[in-house]
């Protein structure tokens, strides 16, 4: 990297390499590499810290999804509505657990699961919904909890980019029947390597995930009443996850000012921000602006030494895995796709400086000179 430029992210200010070099020591020491105290202890905490009553931890986001989904008695032959703005594990998982996923369109101003558009969904086969939290804003799920108990459909939240999120005063975690999370290293609250959790208030749903995480065993390991998974959570990550979940909400907070600093720098810009609602405190995962001329921009940026990503450069059902499930009326998810070819990651992360955000506020306003 040059002197100047600013990188997509830098995961340096968030990993407290010490603390989780002691905690991985504490796990060596042990000799519990899967399941054990680690990752009852972290299940509890970050139960504690959403306000759910049960937390399971699993192998990652994509098999959370897959277990809620299976918990909730989702197979083959129900419908599962979700978003079409999503990453291409939500829809994976529906399909993997026999059920056909249907992509409705987002809201445009939160980018979510637009709930008007959840209720011409539903059909005498729908199952269950899967909000998603996209780039860290909370879908929203007052109005969205009111369409499922309606229809008697099971809410399970994809919130893989929401950790620390808060909707209406609650945290995310306790918004739907399920809520899941991934830990990939990357996201709000990251591993070392892969994991996940599912977080809900229904005991039931609680014990089917830790039956089905480890192979359809209940408490005792010689009897197994369903044909499970491994889906464990190892205890090195669940150690080292408890030493960052100390500082998530430290972590949030800065995201959450580095997103201010940029309302600030690219304020000028109208459509270019994104709008959070007024009922959230968006978890900023991803700082994700809007453009006509996106790839012009983000060349501009590269060329200024700028990094930026795209989240994603199609929406779900333009994915060749999940076109046989793109809806027949055109036009129906005009503003996914829309979002597809407008959205672009800037740079956002734990310990970025007022001096870097200025440094792309600069470098965007000599892309778009006003
Ligand atoms: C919205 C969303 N859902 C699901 C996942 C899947 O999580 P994992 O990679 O931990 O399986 C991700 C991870 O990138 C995600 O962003």
């Excluded at 995930?209 to 369903?226: L, P």
């Excluded at 809806?327 to 829309?338: D, I, K, T, Y």
Aim: with cysteine.
């Amino acid at each position: 990297m040059l002197d100047g430029e600013v990188p997509f992210f830098d995961l340096q200010a968030s990993q407290p390499l010490a603390e989780l070099a002691a905690a991985v020591q504490t796990v060596l020491a042990s000799g519990r590499f899967v399941g054990g105290p680690e990752v009852e202890s972290f299940e509890r905490e970050f139960a504690e810290f959403t306000g759910a009553r049960h937390c399971v931890g699993v192998s990652s986001g994509t098999s959370a999804l897959q277990a809620a989904l299976l918990a909730c008695g989702v197979g083959p032959g129900d419908e599962v509505i979700t978003s079409a703005a999503t990453f291409v594990a939500t829809a994976a998982a529906i399909v993997h657990t026999g059920a056909t996923p249907v992509f409705v369109d987002i809201d445009s101003q939160t980018r979510t699961l637009c709930p008007a558009r959840l209720a011409d969904a539903v059909t005498p086969r729908t199952r269950a919904v899967v909000p998603v939290d996209l780039y860290g804003h909370p879908a929203d799920a007052d109005a969205i909890r009111r369409i499922a108990d309606r229809f008697d459909l099971a809410v399970v939240a994809d919130a893989a980019q929401a950790h620390g999120g808060v909707y209406r005063g609650r945290r995310v975690g306790t918004l739907a029947d399920a809520t899941c999370f991934s830990f990939y290293p990357s996201k709000n609250l990251g591993a070392l390597g892969d994991a996940g959790a599912v977080t809900t208030d229904d005991p039931y749903i609680a014990e089917r995930i830790r039956r089905m995480r480890d192979h359809g065993r209940g408490s005792s390991r010689d009897s197994c009443t369903v044909a499970g998974h491994n889906w464990r959570l190892d205890a090195i990550q669940a150690a080292c996850l408890r030493v960052k979940l100390r500082h998530l909400q430290e972590w949030v907070t800065a995201r959450r000012e580095i997103a201010g600093w940029y309302g600030r720098e690219l304020g000028g810009y109208g459509g270019l921000l994104p709008r959070p609602s007024a009922d959230v405190e968006h978890a900023f995962h991803l700082f994700v602006v809007r453009h006509r001329e996106r790839d012009f921009l983000r060349k501009a940026l590269a060329v200024a030494g700028v990094a930026t990503q795209i989240h994603y450069p199609r929406a779900v059902h333009q994915m060749e895995p999940f076109i046989r499930y793109a809806p027949r009326e055109p036009g129906s998810l005009s503003g996914a796709e829309q979002l597809a070819k407008e959205c672009l990651s800037l740079p956002l992360y734990p310990g970025m400086t007022p001096a870097q955000v200025r440094r792309v506020g600069q470098a965007v306003a000599e892309a778009l000179p006003s």
